[in-house]
């Protein structure tokens, strides 16, 4: 079992830039792929941004595509989600999650086994 703890949210206005992290602690080895996931209030979460381990390819969402960057930190098992150009539409709850194994659909949050508490990110127009 992999254990995550984001950190990083906050409030900043439309425009900014924020950069969250995700370290993940445990079984990290055998870490297939991280990524991030957003919850905002009376939706569904949804998927963002993920990085598979192995080689660094990433996948994104068309949302955040161009303005935010997810990167890894091997060394330190640590993900991190640098995110420019903020909207008042990317406030929501942002979630870190990982799967030790191979999974199909990188985008379905229910393949994903290990979720961190997450971290709040409000954008102010």
């Known amino acids: 079992q992999v254990q995550l703890v984001e950190s990083g949210g906050g409030l900043v206005q439309a425009g900014g830039s924020l950069r969250l992290s995700c370290a993940a602690s445990?079984?990290?080895?055998?870490?297939?792929?991280m990524g991030w996931f957003r919850q905002a209030p009376g939706k569904e979460r949804e998927f963002v941004t993920t990085?598979?381990?192995?080689?660094?390819?990433?996948y994104y969402a068309d949302s955040v595509k161009g303005r935010f960057t997810i990167s890894r930190d091997s060394a330190k098992n640590t993900v991190y989600l640098q995110m420019n150009g903020l909207k008042p539409e990317d406030t929501a709850v942002y979630y870190c999650a990982a799967s030790q194994f191979y999974i199909p659909r990188y985008d379905y949050s229910s393949q994903y086994t290990s979720w961190g508490q997450g971290t709040q990110v409000t954008v102010s127009s």
């Open positions: 990085i598979r381990w192995s080689d660094g390819h990433t």
């Open positions: 445990g079984r990290t080895f055998s870490t297939y792929i």
